[in-house]
């Protein structure tokens, strides 16, 4: 007898809530909800268990659980840091994205299979033996029924580590296979590892399929070329690996004051880089050279804002510089996780497809000069960024001039980073910038919450780095909020606007 994957009781009704609720209702109902006082996170969880079992993947990764499951650790932390005015905003939009997938012909709805008949008398090296080959040989189905055992037998950092026999490999084809697995597992940091096979089932039927060959969606035949290559090149980032005499033993995991200097270096180095693809061996010699992984990855963090900030890109999904950054420092805290793994990590930061590829929109200072900064009151270039990024007529991502990838900034994108960076380098609040972000962002719901990503990647990246370096961050989430939250369509924000103001 075949029987569905189903929860307790509590939890059923909120993620059939999810699953059943028109369209048109979704909104207001869980307006509703919230009003009566449904637990937020509860309905996050219900979000992300409705769109894990009742959604398809997408050819490319845009749709069904992808990016509603990447997106949940950021919506929990956002929650968290707005305050009561505005912390049901990103709750709402993970509601009604997951919803929308669901209801969506191309993504569901589908259902998950109950596994009743797995033998789980066997020992954890065995399940995860089973998990690594599945995924080689393209087993979709046996991933999924070897990650439901090894959620019961082995820790999180023990699947991640077999995960990225195959996602590391592959990051050059897709980030995403890359992303999804950590986001996944950052997901259920948030809403509780007991809801592991389900979460996980659908990111081991994406580890476990064929890459693409062909054109199709945003993949245009040269970078589908590009990323077989780099993918049939991975041995080179190994070999980077044997040529720097990168041994456990040989390179810290951790950083401290003593490597501010190193630090300092890499990030100028990365940073001003004019093609992207070029920084795996400045990685691998730095780390030969004996900084640490934490200190490596600060320094790629720094750099990447600083590649970020020079970029005159208008595309709302470009935000993996951040996020992959905030995934590799998250990985390298695994003791599970291998050193080679962790270095192969940091080294291939830069291939990664949606990083490399901007390379031709490089096209800015990543600064500014003091005298064309804003001397204003704190206050004063608060209410300028808002106010300007309100003011952007953005772009409508279902009508668009170009390919996404060639949009270019529009002039208030860059005035409001140069206010930013008037507010960093002036010593000014910057929970109070990046609340105002935070808040902003919300207003976005065509990028699938990647606006929300950057944003808790570049909150927290600005949080672990040091001074004088961090600020990139806070004025890379001012950019990217004035890149996202104009952009169009905003199919729930009024409606969104108007049910809380009734």
């Not at 979704?26 to 449904?38: A, E, P, R």
């Not at 082995?154 to 986001?183: C, E, K, W």
């Not at 990365?270 to 990855?297: D, N, Q, W």
């Not at 320094?299 to 995934?327: E, Q």
Request: hydrophobic content about 40%; proline content about 5%; overall charge negative.
């Amino acid at each position: 007898m075949v029987r569905l994957v189903e929860f307790d009781a509590a939890t059923e009704q909120l993620v059939r809530f999810v699953e059943d609720t028109p369209r048109n209702e979704i909104i207001d109902k869980t307006v509703t909800l919230l009003g009566n006082g449904t637990d937020p996170k509860a309905l996050i969880t219900a979000a992300a268990l409705a769109v894990s079992r009742s959604t398809e993947l997408p050819a490319d990764h845009h749709g069904g659980p992808i990016h509603p499951i990447a997106g949940i650790y950021a919506v929990t932390a956002m929650t968290d840091r707005l305050d009561e005015s505005s912390h049901d905003l990103p709750v709402l939009q993970c509601v009604a994205l997951a919803n929308k997938h669901i209801h969506l012909p191309s993504m569901g709805p589908t259902a998950m299979v109950q596994f009743d008949d797995l033998n789980r008398d066997v020992e954890t090296d065995r399940v995860l033996a089973r998990l690594e080959k599945a995924m080689t040989d393209r087993e979709p189905r046996l991933a999924e029924r070897a990650v439901t055992l090894a959620c019961e037998k082995a820790t999180p950092g023990q699947i991640l580590n077999s995960m990225l026999t195959v996602s590391l490999r592959r990051n050059s084809l897709d980030d995403h296979y890359f992303l999804y697995p950590i986001y996944a597992m950052r997901a259920l940091d948030a809403i509780g590892w007991q809801w592991g096979p389900t979460l996980m089932r659908p990111v081991l039927r994406f580890l476990s399929r064929h890459a693409s060959f062909d054109a199709f969606g945003e993949f245009t035949e040269d970078s589908i070329t590009e990323g077989i290559d780099l993918y049939k090149r991975f041995h080179e980032l190994e070999e980077l690996v044997e040529t720097y005499g990168l041994e456990e033993g040989k390179v810290p995991q951790h950083t401290g004051e003593h490597e501010a200097q190193a630090i300092a270096a890499l990030a100028d180095e990365v940073g001003a880089v004019s093609s992207i693809a070029s920084i795996p061996e400045m990685v691998a010699r730095a780390l030969g050279s004996g900084l640490s992984m934490e200190g490596t990855c600060e320094a790629l963090s720094v750099g990447g804002g600083r590649i970020f900030l020079r970029s005159h890109s208008n595309n709302p999904f470009d935000v993996h510089i951040h996020t992959g950054i905030a995934a590799r420092r998250y990985l390298i805290g695994f003791p599970e996780v291998s050193f080679r793994h962790k270095v192969l990590a940091l080294i291939g930061w830069a291939w990664s497809y949606e990083v490399r590829y901007l390379d031709h929109t490089l096209q800015w200072d990543w600064q500014s000069d003091a005298a064309e900064l804003s001397t204003a009151s704190p206050d004063a270039i608060l209410g300028q960024i808002e106010d300007i990024i309100l003011g952007i007529d953005g772009y409508d991502v279902t009508d668009l001039p170009v390919a996404i990838n060639e949009l270019v900034a529009f002039d208030g994108v860059r005035d409001a980073t140069r206010l930013a960076e008037a507010y960093m380098k002036a010593g000014h609040d910057p929970e109070a910038l990046f609340h105002l972000t935070t808040r902003l962002v919300c207003r976005e719901d065509a990028s699938e919450m990647h606006a929300y990503k950057l944003q808790q990647a570049a909150y927290e990246e600005y949080q672990v780095c040091r001074e004088p370096l961090r600020w990139v961050h806070a004025v890379s989430a001012v950019k990217q909020c004035a890149v996202a939250a104009p952009t169009k369509p905003q199919r729930f924000y009024p409606e969104i606007v108007q049910r809380l103001a009734a």
